[in-house]
């Protein structure tokens, strides 16, 4: 009969967790612009509004070693394995607390054994028997007790605080998901920007050497004239001045070039030096550095609140903010706690499990608020101001987003103008190259005229490798902008 009560309170206690308190959470509906002002095609990439499939964005540069190192990065990098871990310690927690949804059960057991040599003076002269205790009740010389029980307590959610409290437990986990996209989104720029950025230091590195060889071949030339007497010691002298400078220009990038593969070995979880050997430019290579994809698909602006994993991190993270308040508004409203016992007690352990042993009690429990000095309503005060503050934050963050991506689109476009200039100073440059050591041959200019126009020609061309550089970097900058880099599943 005991039994059947407990179970009895228990379903009406079930039947009485169909309330919950706090505000239903809805999503933000914000308004977004019906497409990017800055989406303006260049002379080399459409940029249109068609959407696609930016999760393996970087194989649009068709570099296999790119690919190689983002992969690897994936696999090893520190900071996306410490993501990842908070992901799983998030889904953890999400356990704990649905776990106050049902009944806790424990087990005990004891045994007792007393034993006692002392007699009272009036039978010390007689067989043994039970001692007399207090108020002259007998205490058996000899006593064994076992006992084994189990004890069942449950907090019935009548209002819904632990539901609303699981339900910020799940909204956290899946923010906790999308801060790890965020971080894999963050990891692929920086492996490609560090990567491009070892090649356009390569790229000057090779014009730098192609350069000194050169003006080392001029110096040899100006010094056979000089013994012929067809130049003077001047342009000697201003030839070996190009030929320490262009010198003095390689360590200063065989420097930068150590920092970056140093850079990418961290990335990858490795040692900086690790990767050393296997970056060093190809010996037979026009151009170190990929070409810009023939085109770039933005896709919307509304799908960008979709596609940034920063963005949906902060729209679950305000969603946990939301049901905090229910968590908070439940402590507003009584309580109901239920605990069941049971045992089985008895002076032998055999048989100690026979239904004439067992005994049981139930007990049904309510308590109510009736004054805390206004610690609860201050504390749903609380609550929703963090949703409003997370709301707020929601609400930069799709601010700053459209930024992000007008600021790339608008860089992108106006370094692409920058780079077909430079294309023409290169080609004006070496056109006035040829003309000064023409008229320098036949006596018609000084000598330093060929050097101005070779420093004219050098600058433009390290010039031209830094722009397309900064080409690549700034479509680097529009997928991470855009939330590319990651794929459900």
């Given at each position: 009969?005991?039994?059947?009560?407990?179970?009895?309170?228990?379903?009406?206690?079930?039947?009485?967790?169909?309330?919950?308190?706090?505000?239903?959470?809805?999503?933000?509906?914000?308004?977004?612009?019906?497409?990017?002002?800055?989406?303006?095609?260049?002379?080399?990439?459409?940029?249109?509004?068609?959407?696609?499939?930016?999760?393996?964005?970087?194989?649009?540069?068709?570099?296999?070693?790119?690919?190689?190192?983002?992969?690897?990065?994936?696999?090893?990098?520190?900071?996306?394995?410490?993501?990842?871990?908070?992901?799983?310690?998030?889904?953890?927690?999400?356990?704990?607390?649905?776990?106050?949804?049902?009944?806790?059960?424990?087990?005990?057991?004891?045994?007792?054994?007393?034993?006692?040599?002392?007699?009272?003076?009036?039978?010390?002269?007689s067989a043994s028997g039970p001692s007399s205790g207090l108020v002259g009740i007998p205490i058996p010389s000899h006593l064994s007790l076992y006992s084994a029980g189990f004890d069942a307590s449950w907090e019935v959610d009548i209002f819904g605080g632990t539901r609303r409290s699981v339900e910020a437990a799940k909204d956290t986990q899946e923010a906790q998901e999308w801060s790890h996209r965020d971080g894999q989104v963050s990891l692929l720029a920086e492996v490609a920007n560090t990567y491009l950025t070892l090649r356009m230091v390569q790229s000057r590195l090779a014009l730098g050497r192609t350069e000194l060889e050169r003006q080392r071949s001029l110096l040899a030339l100006i010094r056979d004239r000089r013994a012929n007497g067809f130049t003077t010691q001047l342009d000697v002298n201003q030839q070996t001045n190009q030929v320490a400078q262009a010198a003095a220009a390689i360590p200063q990038l065989q420097a930068l070039q150590a920092a970056q593969v140093h850079a990418l070995g961290v990335l990858l979880g490795e040692s900086p030096e690790a990767l050393s050997a296997e970056l060093q430019p190809p010996s037979e290579q026009a151009s170190l550095l990929p070409p810009p994809p023939p085109t770039l698909p933005t896709g919307l602006p509304s799908e960008l609140l979709q596609r940034r994993p920063d963005l949906r991190e902060a729209e679950r993270r305000l969603a946990a903010a939301n049901a905090q308040i229910g968590v908070q508004t439940a402590n507003l409203y009584p309580k109901l706690n239920l605990l069941g016992l049971g045992a089985f007690a008895g002076p032998r352990l055999a048989g100690l499990f026979d239904n004439q042993n067992f005994s049981s009690t139930g007990l049904g429990m309510a308590s109510a608020p009736l004054f805390n000095g206004g610690r609860t309503t201050a504390s749903i005060a609380a609550a929703r101001e963090e949703r409003q503050q997370a709301l707020l934050a929601y609400q930069k963050a799709v601010l700053g987003a459209f930024e992000e991506v007008e600021d790339g689109l608008a860089r992108f476009k106006t370094e692409d103008d920058r780079r077909a200039s430079l294309v023409q100073a290169v080609a004006a440059a070496e056109n006035s190259l040829k003309i000064a050591q023409d008229q320098y041959a036949t006596g018609f200019v000084a000598f330093i005229n060929v050097l101005q126009a070779q420093n004219a020609l050098l600058n433009s061309r390290d010039q031209l490798i830094q722009s397309d550089a900064q080409s690549l970097s700034d479509i680097v900058a529009l997928y991470k902008a855009l939330g590319g880099g990651w794929a459900e599943g």
């Open positions: 009969m005991i039994r059947l009560r407990i179970a009895s309170v228990a379903a009406v206690g079930v039947l009485l967790t169909g309330c919950m308190v706090g505000p239903d959470y809805r999503r933000p509906d914000l308004a977004t612009p019906s497409m990017f002002g800055e989406a303006a095609s260049t002379s080399r990439t459409t940029v249109s509004g068609a959407d696609a499939d930016l999760s393996r964005w970087w194989t649009q540069f068709g570099d296999a070693t790119l690919d190689d190192l983002i992969r690897r990065a994936l696999a090893g990098n520190p900071d996306l394995q410490i993501a990842a871990s908070r992901v799983r310690e998030a889904r953890e927690q999400v356990t704990v607390a649905a776990a106050a949804l049902f009944p806790s059960l424990s087990a005990s057991g004891n045994a007792l054994g007393y034993n006692s040599d002392r007699k009272t003076p009036a039978a010390s002269s």
